[in-house]
């Protein structure tokens, strides 16, 4: 799954660490399955860079756009901001924006 190479990619990154491995477990059979993952230090760039951008929208109070893939995608369900995405639809919004939105309903 592309999230599990995302946060793998990250340890590599910070750990220096050339290689990782990805293990699934099969829950039915219980058959374990190994990816060997080289580091790809572009993707880690990259997901850095996202990462700073989350950050620094989160410091001038700014709720971040949703994922694309609201509510389907499997994250949404036990996400503790769920109702916050619902409420302040598809876009970025200001937190002080989305506090005087909320008031109003």
């Known amino acids: ?3 599990n190479v995302n ?3 990250l340890y590599l990154h910070f750990f220096k660490i050339p290689k990782g491995i990805l293990l699934y ?3 039915d059979t219980l058959e374990l ?3 060997l993952v080289n580091y790809n230090p572009t993707l880690a760039q990259a997901l850095l860079k996202d990462l700073a951008i989350l950050k620094s929208k989160l410091n001038a109070n700014i709720i971040p756009q949703r994922l694309p893939e609201y509510p389907e995608n499997w994250q ?3 996400c503790q901001f769920k109702e916050i995405c ?3 639809g598809g876009g970025e919004m ?3 924006d989305f506090k005087k939105k909320i008031e109003t309903q």
């Open 25 to 27: 477990v099969n829950k």
């Open 94 to 96: 200001n937190w002080d």
């Open 7 to 9: 946060q793998l990619q």
């Open 86 to 88: 619902s409420m302040a």
């Open 1 to 3: 799954k592309a999230e």
């Open 33 to 35: 399955k190994e990816f």
């Open 76 to 78: 949404c369900q036990y």
